[in-house]
Each structure stands twice: as structure tokens, then as C-alpha cells.
């Protein structure tokens, strides 16, 4: 069932134009040929903010001009957010500015999985969010990967092919005092060449100090495949779980 941002947010929003239909492209991703940067901006919910129980996250995603291009809900029990935090299993919604499903990204529960050490070793260990657009096809993964150090990622077309690797800071915190961004740099196949980049960006002291809250950008190349955009908006929502969620709650207890 669809939910309507508007009935969410209860602000008045400024969508982007509905680009026309493109041969080969999956409907709904052609608002992504035109950009190369996505705005990702978590919603602020009152009721985790007063009270600490954790609700479904949501999602606006903008483009650079501030105007929205889809929003995304999350579909999880509530048995799961509270026993599980930000290593529930998972299931989002994107919608466009019809409030059709054009994406959805799934990551399921495993009980062994987020630690950086033994994510190399097999796939219990391994956190990844599957990419499907439309739903029901997959057209991309993105997977964690074993790193003795740094957070490390895979982002991977339909056939389970690296396209990028990408890397994250040796120290990926945040808080209301950490008023600088944090960089998970994808690289080209020759692991030297930056093609994009997910940036957890500073939201200001109140946002960072009272909700768990947070911001991001994605950008990409423009010509990039849309599909592999939409896979980076996907591997943007994984960091923020990994690495994020708890640690802003723990930050604003």
C-alpha cells in the first residue's frame, strides 16, 4: 500500500517535472537521467524523538535544486526495530510523484552479519541490500565486504558483476559536535578512480543533538547507468543503517 509523502510530512513540496519515457529505461527511473546528484533527507519523527521507540524510517530524495524526485518508506514489524535496531531486516518503498512504486530495496535479517572483519568470509556474515526496479527484477546489489580497517562495499549490477568499489572513513562517526561530513567514496574498476560518492552530511547542532535524523548526498555521474544510480541510492540507505542509526540514538541519549 502506497503512502503519500504529503500525508507524511504535512508540508508543501515542490516536485520534479515528470521527465518523458525513455526506450530501455525502467519506468520511473527517467527522472535519473538527467541528474547527478540526489539529496537524501531522513524524516524527522516525533514520536522516536520524545520517546526513543524506534518507528519506520522515512525518506525524501531531492535533487540538487531542492525539488523531491521519489520518497521512500520503510516496510519492517515492530518486534523487529525493537529487538533488532538498525540490523532489522527491511523492505523499502520508493515511490515517485504519483505515488507509484518505481524502486524497492530489500535487506534481509541476518544474525551473524555487520562486522567488517568476517563480511569477506561467507554471506551470513555479509549485509546487502537487493535493488529491484521495477519490483520483482533486480537490476543491482550492493554488498559488504571483509576489511580489517576501512567499511567496504560492493556495488554490483543484476549478474552479481563488481561495477564499483567503494570505501568508507577508518572512523565514520556523527553527532552534534562532529560538524564534518563523512565520505564513502565509490571507485572505477582500476580501484583509483573516483565515479561517486555517498556523503553523510552535518544536518546542524538541534537536528544532530534531539533526533536520530540524517542527511546524505549521492552523486554520480550524469551518462552513469540509471540503474546503477538508483543501486547507489540503495547502497546509501545501507550505510545509514550500518553505521549511523544506532550510533545517532546512542549520541542523543
Not at 530489500?106 to 572483519?117: D, T
Not at 538541534?206 to 551518462?223: R, Y
Amino acid at each position: 500500500m502506497a503512502v503519500s509523502p504529503a500525508a507524511v510530512t504535512n508540508q508543501p513540496m515542490q516536485w520534479m517535472a515528470v521527465p518523458g519515457a525513455i526506450p530501455g529505461c525502467p519506468p520511473g527511473l527517467e527522472y535519473l537521467t538527467q541528474l547527478d546528484q540526489l539529496l537524501v533527507q531522513q524524516q524527522v519523527e516525533l514520536l522516536e524523538a520524545f520517546t526513543g521507540i524506534e518507528t519506520k524510517n522515512k525518506y525524501a530524495v531531492k535533487n540538487s535544486m531542492g525539488q523531491q524526485v521519489y520518497f521512500a518508506y520503510e516496510e519492517s514489524d515492530f518486534c523487529s526495530r525493537i529487538c533488532c535496531g538498525a540490523h532489522r531486516g527491511f523492505q523499502f518503498h520508493v515511490t515517485d510523484n504519483n505515488g507509484q512504486e518505481v524502486i524497492r530495496l530489500n535487506r534481509e535479517f541476518k544474525c551473524c552479519a555487520g562486522g567488517q572483519w568476517c563480511a569477506g568470509c561467507c554471506d551470513c556474515c555479509a549485509y546487502e541490500i537487493l535493488v529491484e526496479a521495477p519490483v520483482g527484477q533486480v537490476v543491482g546489489v550492493v554488498r559488504q565486504m571483509g576489511s580489517f580497517w576501512k567499511p567496504h562495499y560492493h556495488i554490483m549490477n543484476e549478474r552479481r558483476e563488481m561495477v564499483f568499489d567503494m570505501w568508507g572513513p577508518c572512523c565514520a562517526w556523527s553527532g552534534a559536535c562532529c560538524t564534518c561530513d563523512v565520505d564513502f567514496t565509490a571507485y572505477g574498476s582500476d580501484g583509483h578512480t573516483e565515479v561517486g560518492k555517498v556523503t553523510r552530511q552535518y544536518a546542524g547542532f538541534a537536528k544532530e543533538m534531539f533526533t536520530d535524523a540524517t542527511n546524505f548526498s549521492v552523486t554520480f555521474p550524469q551518462d552513469l547507468d540509471v540503474k546503477l544510480k538508483a543501486t547507489m541510492l540503495g547502497a546509501c540507505l545501507l550505510v545509514d543503517f550500518m553505521y549511523f542509526e544506532d550510533q545517532d540514538k546512542e549520541n542523543n541519549q
